[in-house]
Structures are given as C-alpha cells and as structure tokens.
C-alpha cells in the first residue's frame, strides 16, 4: 500500500477516535508546557494526527491525498521506500518548532492538525508542476499562483494573530518542504525556473 494512503489512513483513525475521545486528543495536541515541563515530545509529531473538526480533516486529506501520491514517487526514488514518510514527519515537526518555541511557557496555547505537513507537500509539488492548475474552493488556479497568494495571506494573517488557525506551520512547512525538495534533487531549481520562463495550463 502506497505510503501515502497510510498516513491518511492512520490520519484519519486517531482523528474520528479523538473527535469522541477528548482525554486522546489531549494527549496528542500540542500543548507547549507538557513538552517543556514533562518532556512529552511525541506530542511535536503526533498533533497532527488530531483534528478540530471533520471539515479541517477533509480538507488536509483531500489535499494530501492529490498531491502525497506525486511527491511520494519522487522521494521513495531518491530517498528509498520510507522517503515520503520521513519527509512528512520531518514537515510536522519543523512547521511546529517555531510556534512551540514561541508559546514554550503559554499554557493556553494548543495547536493541532496536518496542515504544516501538508503545506509542505504541496509546495514541493509546486517546484515540480507551477503551472498545473489546481482547484482552491472550486476556483482553478495556477499552483504558482495559488502558491504566491496563499503565502502572503498567511503572512498577513500571522503578523495580525488572532484566530484559531496556526499560519506560522502553514509558512513554514512551505518552507520546508521547499528546501528539503531541493536539497534531495538539485536539478529541481533550474527546472523550476525554467517551466516558470514558459508558462504552461
């Protein structure tokens, strides 16, 4: 079974037993003093098996489900059969450092979901394809176009705060999964450049 599906499928699991178990989901959220206090660090990885709600599930899996399946025949290339799946782990855990690091001694703050990792995965695909169109609340766009907006509003939104919705991991799982991409295959920036010089839908 591809990786891909995997992920989505224990995803999925731990998130519909959490929605109705709210100890589990407390013992995998993020929350910043039960790292720093009693050194849970799995809780840096397993927030993102945990979700608010079924439509922020959805969206993540949906998302992951189109773009994982590219970029996991990309890694597990280059990388070996567990390529993807370390790539993924690494985008949960280096999209939450900042937000962790910032909020260590805030014992309100809580993060959850895939959304870092996701992020990361889509913009590693975007390296590859900025052209292909792909579907944002039913509106076609070009990925590098969807890539350059969704970036400045998580920006925006980030300085502004408030809110519910962790912008910071979305920015840097974009990162992430930006440098790692290329740090694996090189060649990808010269292409990248050269597919964004001829623009193709």
Not at 73 to 87: E, T
Not at 157 to 179: E, F, P, Q
Request: hydrophobic share 50%; charged share 10%; with cysteine.
């Amino acid at each position: 079974m591809p990786v891909t599906l995997i992920i989505i499928a224990i995803t999925c699991v731990v998130s519909f037993m959490a929605l109705r178990n709210h100890r589990l989901l407390d013992d995998l959220i993020l929350w910043s003093p039960a790292i720093s206090r009693k050194h849970e660090y799995h809780r840096l990885v397993t927030y993102g098996l945990v979700h608010a709600d079924f439509g922020h599930l959805l969206f993540n899996m949906v998302t992951l489900y189109f773009f994982g399946r590219i970029m996991e025949s990309f890694f597990s290339q280059r990388l070996g059969p567990f390529g993807f799946a370390l790539f993924y782990i690494g985008g949960l855990l280096v999209s939450i450092l900042p937000s962790y690091w910032k909020n260590r001694d805030n014992p309100q703050y809580r993060s959850l979901g895939a959304s870092g990792a996701v992020s990361a995965v889509l913009f590693a695909f975007i390296l590859l394809a900025p052209w292909q169109m792909i579907i944002v609340l039913v509106v076609p766009l070009p990925a590098i176009v969807y890539a350059v907006a969704y970036t400045a509003y998580s920006i925006y939104m980030d300085r502004r705060g408030g809110g519910y919705v962790n912008h910071s991991a979305h920015l840097w799982g974009a990162a992430y999964g930006v440098v790692v991409t290329l740090l694996v295959e090189p060649r990808v920036l010269p292409y990248f450049l050269q597919a964004l010089a001829h623009p193709s839908f």
